[in-house]
Structures are given as structure tokens and as C-alpha cells.
């Protein structure tokens, strides 16, 4: 249910009996109830094209408005705004339709298409920080969204699992004689380890830099190792995504290594296509009106993250199909992610119809003002993060004695991690957060637990009353009319 576009027609209607040969500008909600609910604002526009004054245009489209269905009542304001209030029995009908329907009313796209979402990304290297809970929980929630909404969604998670570090990493595996599983259960320890071997003992360091030549040519042992390596760092992630109930799993995986093997054939296209300039011995892209180059190619030979990004815009836009590629990514890669995307539409990789974005988002802040961490200086990994939301929602859990211990820990996750999610999209995406336990667990405020706290008394005065809620929906009074308009947005909102 597109309410706007619903009350939109019937403007363009009373244009077309008033003779306005122009296609009228959309309404907009009103800011104050006194407003009514939607403002238009069209005839300050037609001004100067109908030569007419504009109240004189708005009292046009008023005498030619239809007052019998969608509006009860509508009057000019101002220099020439028409103020527009909607119809209690039409707004009754509209949500009585509403009800009814399992996707409350919402329509899915007439023309949907293909859409990647590129989201969560982490480094096979280290486990999950808290810097990659925004992209995963806002990337999560847009492909959701866009799914709802009638898309075809493709998740990738664009992992890193290629480089020089793995090699130095699968060496120290190799050394370990174990299977992995005891001695990477801290990945950040394993790695810190592996650094320390590899400093300190020159045959270590040597033996490392030969397994990363054997990775990326397909030595077997190397790879069997390496893949044994993979596997369990991706069990840690799939261990967040779970707690965090994020619908990213193993066949959304699109690693760097991937691409590998497409690499070089990026390189080539680029330069049969005449965009290659060689500055330093490297490989460079120069844009028109950027200074700085994208490098493609170092001049030993290797390749960079924007060699790997045209690759997989190549892919997603050829081999999946998709016309529109998202990636979620913090603000700071806005300037790789521009340069990236233009060159792609340059070299052909990406056609004039597929639509590239960075959903960008702010960072996560201490009580300091900066980059959350923990109180030795170090990275906060994830999952010791939503394991203590759970802890800390313990502690807002009433008459504890209520419930039996399964039930509390069920509870305490809902609450724990339900606070954190809320917390991050229930601001502005691009703007850096505070993050706070006692305002993210308050019963006051913007909070999921207020939410869910009315929720729970909701379903309480449903099981008390215990009978069956029979009649029509009848809108009594102002307060009803706002909340009524309220929920036949959620469309428009969506949207």
C-alpha cells in the first residue's frame, strides 16, 4: 500500500479537471498534525510557468479536488500550500485491507531486479572485532529488506583469505602437529605466535615466504593446509553470525582468492582498452580529475585490493547478473570505493545500467569519543561482546524467580542482542556512535527493550482478555487518525 501514491493520484486527478497541463510534484508528509497529514506544495512551482499567482493555482486544484473518498478535507495555507487531511472511513478501509493481507499491504516490486550485497567481510587472519559489526548487521538488514520488497538478493561475503600473511600462518599450523582445532581457538593469539616465529627464526621466515609462493601455485600440501586453516576461521565467524542471527552462511562466501586467477586478465583488459599507464614501475589507472592513480599492479608484479574489487565487479555484474552492487563498507573507503566503481564503468566490467553504491557508516565510539577498544588499547573482539550483552541483559531480567534457567539465558540473548543490533541501526548510518550499555539496556528512551518491553505487555492483554477480537476497525478520534496513517506508511517507508 503506497499511501502517498494513492493520495498523489487523486491531485493528479483535480489537475487534469483544472486544465494544469503540468505533472504535478509529489506531497510530502506534514510536519504538525494542525498541517494535516500531507502537505502539497506544487503550486509555488507553477508560478512562473502559468504566470499565475500561486494561491490563485492552489485554489484551482482545490475546487477540483475529490472530497468523497481518499480526503475528508483540504485547505490553502500560506503563500499557497494546499494542507490535506484523509478521510477516517477511507483510512479504516485502508487498514482493515491491511490486516487481512500477511505482508500488511506491502506490495513487492513490479519490476524487480538482481541486487548483490556485499557485507561483513572479515580477515580469515583474525577473529571478528567490533569493527565489523556495522557492516554486517546494516548489510544484513538491506538484504533483507530488499528480499521483502521483491528483489532477488545475492549476499557475498567478501572474505580475506589470500596474501602473504596465510603463509607464514600455515607454516606455524604445520609446526603445531595438530589439527587446528585446540591451537586456533584464539585466532588473535595464534597469530600474534606465528609474528613471533617468524621475527625471530630466520629458517621460519624463509620456509613461511616459500609456502606463500606454493599457495598461489597450487602446491596441494600448502593448500590442504591452507584450506584446513579457512574452515576453522570461518567456524569462528559463523559462530557470531549465529548469535547474531545474520542469514550469512558458507555458500555466501566470495573470498579474494576467488578472483586469483582473473587477476591477470583485469590487467590485460584494462589495457587493451587503452586505460594502463605505467608510473614507478607500476601498473596505474589515471581517472580524469583525480591526482592520485588507482594502482592495479605493483611492480614486482603483485596485485592490490582494487585490482581484486574489478574482478568482483566484473563478476557479480556479467556472471551473476545483478543491476544493482552494494557494498556495505565503513566511510573511510569512500574515496577506493569511487575510484574503483569508475574505473569498472570505464572499462566495461560494469554496463551503464547497473547501479554501484557504498553504503557507508560511521564508526563505533568509547565513552572517550574514540575508536572502541578494550581498556589495554586492543581490538574488542565480537564475540566477547555479544557474549557480555547477553551477561549485562541478565541484570534486566524482573522476578527472575519466575523463570527457570533455560528461559532466562533464551530471555537474556533476545534482549542482549537485540539491544545491540537496535542500538546500531536506530541511528543515522554515516554518523559516529557512542556505544553504551546502560542507555542501549534502558527501559526509557529509543531502545530495542522498551520496545520489546511494550511488545510483551501487548501479548499480555491479549492472553488475559482470552476471546476472539471480532468487529470492523473504527477510528474515533485524532489520536487514532495519526496512529491509523502511521502504519499505512509502512510501505512508503520501506521503500
Not at 389 to 414: F, M, P
Request: proline share 2%; with cysteine; hydrophobic share 40%.
Amino acid at each position: 500500500m503506497k499511501l502517498k501514491q494513492q493520495i498523489n493520484q487523486v491531485i493528479k486527478e483535480a489537475f487534469i479537471k483544472a486544465g494544469i497541463e503540468h505533472e504535478p510534484m509529489s506531497v510530502s508528509e506534514a510536519t504538525k498534525p494542525e498541517f494535516g497529514d500531507y502537505q502539497f506544495n506544487g503550486a509555488m512551482a507553477l508560478s512562473k510557468q502559468l504566470r499565475k499567482n500561486p494561491r490563485e493555482i492552489a485554489n484551482d486544484i482545490l475546487s477540483n479536488l475529490d472530497l468523497t473518498g481518499v480526503l475528508a478535507k483540504a485547505e490553502i495555507a500560506g503563500p499557497g500550500f494546499i494542507n490535506l487531511w484523509l478521510n477516517h472511513e477511507w483510512l479504516a478501509s485502508q487498514c482493515e485491507s491491511a490486516r487481512s493481507d500477511s505482508r500488511l499491504g506491502v506490495q513487492k516490486r513490479e519490476t524487480p531486479i538482481k541486487v548483490v550485497v556485499d557485507y561483513s567481510g572479515p580477515n580469515m587472519a583474525k577473529q571478528m572485532h567490533v569493527g565489523h559489526l556495522r557492516s554486517t548487521i546494516i548489510g544484513d538488514t538491506l538484504a533483507n529488506l530488499l528480499t521483502y520488497l521483491g528483489d532477488e538478493v545475492i549476499r557475498q561475503n567478501h572474505i580475506g583469505d589470500w596474501g602473504t600473511q596465510f603463509g607464514m600462518l600455515i607454516a606455524y599450523l604445520e609446526e603445531m602437529h595438530e589439527d587446528g582445532s585446540g591451537s586456533l581457538k584464539d585466532l588473535e593469539q595464534f597469530y600474534k605466535d606465528a609474528k613471533g616465529r617468524f621475527d625471530e627464526d630466520e629458517n621460519f621466515a624463509n620456509k613461511a615466504r616459500e609456502y606463500v609462493v606454493k599457495i598461489q601455485s597450487g602446491d596441494a600440501h600448502c593448500l590442504t593446509l591452507w584450506q584446513k586453516f579457512i574452515d576453522i576461521s570461518l567456524g569462528h565467524c559463523e559462530e557470531v553470525y549465529d548469535k547474531l542471527g545474520v542469514n550469512l552462511t558458507r555458500d555466501d562466501v566470495r573470498a579474494e582468492s576467488f578472483y586469483n586467477d582473473d587477476l591477470a586478465s583485469v590487467i590485460s583488459d584494462l589495457n587493451s582498452k587503452g586505460l594502463l599507464t605505467q608510473s614507478d614501475g607500476a601498473q596505474c589507472v589515471f581517472l580524469e580529475g583525480d591526482e592520485v592513480p588507482v594502482i592495479v599492479q605493483k611492480g614486482d608484479g603483485g596485485y592490490l585490493y582494487a585490482t581484486t574489487d574489478l574482478a568482483a565487479l566484473r563478476f557479480r555484474a556479467q556472471s551473476l547478473g545483478a543491476k544493482r552492487i552494494s557494498y556495505v563498507v565503513d566511510a573511510r573507503q569512500g574515496g577506493h570505493f569511487k575510484q574503483v566503481f569508475n574505473v569498472a564503468k570505464e572499462a566495461g566490467f560494469v554496463g551503464p545500467d547497473v547501479h554501484l553504491e557504498h553504503i557507508a557508516f560511521g564508526t563505533m565510539m568509547g565513552q572517550d569519543g574514540k575508536p572502541f577498544k578494550t581498556r589495554e588499547g586492543g581490538t574488542v573482539k565480537l564475540i566477547e561482546l555479544l557474549d557480555e550483552a547477553v551477561i549485562k541483559a541478565k541484570g534486566t531480567i524482573k522476578d527472575k524467580a519466575s523463570y527457570s534457567d533455560e528461559e532466562i539465558e533464551a530471555l537474556a540473548k533476545i534482549i542482549g542482542i537485540g539491544a545491540v543490533k537496535y542500538a546500531d541501526l536506530a541511528i543515522n548510518r554515516e554518523s559516529n556512535y557512542i556505544f553504551n550499555w546502560d542507555k542501549m539496556l534502558s527501559f526509557e528512551g529509543n531502545t530495542s527493550l522498551y520496545m520489546q518491553y511494550a511488545y510483551a505487555r501487548i501479548q499480555s492483554i491479549f492472553r488475559k482478555y482470552d476471546g476472539p477480537l471480532e468487529g470492523s476497525i473504527v477510528i474515533g478520534d485524532a489520536l487514532e487518525h495519526r496512529l491509523s496513517t502511521m502504519l499505512l506508511r509502512f510501505e512508503d517507508v520501506l521503500n
